[in-house]
């Protein structure tokens, strides 16, 4: 198997941005007095800098690929979910849909080339919906599974549609949070 590097980067970016979830480690008045939200808009205010740079000069970053380079990235729409995930809707189920996305969108690519799509990605995703709900809420063993069953279906729904502008980085994020909140909001 021969890969290029922009691929390489690219999954591996996806795998360690769970990473970007330690703003939740963080203090609420960040040691200096600014609110934690305020952080994550500052954040996503340079990379809506470093993109629309990117898109004006129109310059290559690692692991662009050849249709994002005269459109939003991969990277832009992704963070601009989670970012809108930190501030808006309850911890776990962005700790969740994040390392779902992280995680399963790569498997949903590889799985694809070869063999399991979209066997393998809907089983991963359950598992790390349902662990991830057990571990950080104290919903009744019915809620985390209709959750954990409710997010992998909606996720992989999200991530399987190809879309012209709007990158499955975001919608593996969004739909999944937004789901998740409404019907964790019904129970």
Same mark, same amino acid.
């Given at each position: 198997m021969n890969l290029e590097l922009g691929t390489v980067f690219?999954?591996? +970016?996806h795998l360690v941005s769970p990473v970007f979830l330690v703003y939740y480690?963080?203090?609420?008045?960040?040691? =200096?007095?600014?609110?934690?939200? +305020?952080?994550?808009f500052i954040l996503w205010?340079?990379?809506l800098a470093i993109e629309t740079?990117?898109? =004006? +000069?129109? $310059?290559?970053?690692?692991g662009i690929r050849e249709y994002e380079r005269g459109q939003i990235s991969a990277y832009f729409w992704g963070g601009t979910a989670l970012v809108l995930g930190l501030i808006l809707f309850p911890p776990?189920? $962005? =700790? =969740?849909?994040? +390392?779902?996305?992280?995680w399963v969108d790569p498997i949903c690519a590889w799985s694809r080339e070869r063999v399991g799509?979209?066997?393998v990605p809907l089983l991963v995703y359950a598992l790390i919906a349902f662990s991830g709900l057990w571990f950080l809420t104290d919903f009744p063993l019915g809620d985390l599974l209709i959750l954990s069953l409710f997010a992998t279906g909606v996720a992989i729904?999200?991530?399987?549609?190809?879309?012209?502008?709007v990158d499955d980085?975001?919608?593996?994020?969004m739909v999944p949070l937004l789901g998740t909140t409404f019907i964790a909001w019904l129970l």
């Open positions: 690219r999954r591996t +970016f480690l963080l203090p609420e008045d960040l040691w =200096v007095g600014f609110p934690k939200p +305020f952080l994550a205010s340079a990379t740079l990117r898109l =004006v +000069f129109e $310059v290559d970053i690692i776990p189920l $962005v =700790v =969740v849909s994040m +390392f779902g996305m992280a799509y979209p066997l729904a999200a991530e399987y549609p190809t879309m012209t502008y980085d975001f919608t593996m994020l």
